[in-house]
Nanobody, 126 residues
Framework: QVQLVESGGGLVQAGDSLRLACVTS????????LGWFRQTPGKEREFVAG????????GYRDSVKGRFTISKDNAKNTVFLQMNSLKPEDTALYYC???????????????????WGQGTQVTVSS
């Protein structure tokens, strides 16, 4: 069993930066494909960024490309999401997710993730 605990959310102004962190417990972080998703009330949870088990291949939704960066520190069992140039439309509850297996590419489909954190709120004011 894996537990994921997110942190780093908060209230910021447009243009500011935040770094989210997700600490995992259980099996080694290097054995999971990891992702960040976000959700706002009344909408489906959407993919934000992902990083694969193998090759550390990364991918992003179009609206965050060039502003967000996903990375991981296997020694600390932590995956990060660096968010720069934040916009009000980035406001959401952000979730960390982990998928068992050895993937050579990142995974965008939320239904294929096995474990989820409780989320951390990011609010961007204009």
């Amino acid at each position: 069993q894996v537990q994921l605990v997110e942190s780093g959310g908060g209230l910021v102004q447009a243009g500011d930066s935040l770094r989210l962190a997700c600490v995992t417990s259980g099996r080694a972080l290097s054995t999971y494909t990891l992702g960040w998703f976000r959700q706002t009330p009344g909408k489906e949870r959407e993919f934000v960024a992902g990083i694969s088990t193998l090759r550390d291949a990364t991918g992003y939704r179009d609206s965050v490309k060039g502003r967000f960066t996903i990375s991981k520190d296997n020694a600390k069992n932590t995956v990060f999401l660096q968010m720069n140039s934040l916009k009000p439309e980035d406001t959401a509850l952000y979730y960390c997710a982990a998928r068992r297996g050895s993937d050579s590419d990142y995974e965008m489909r939320r239904g294929l993730y096995d474990y989820w954190g409780q989320g951390t709120q990011v609010t961007v004011s204009s």
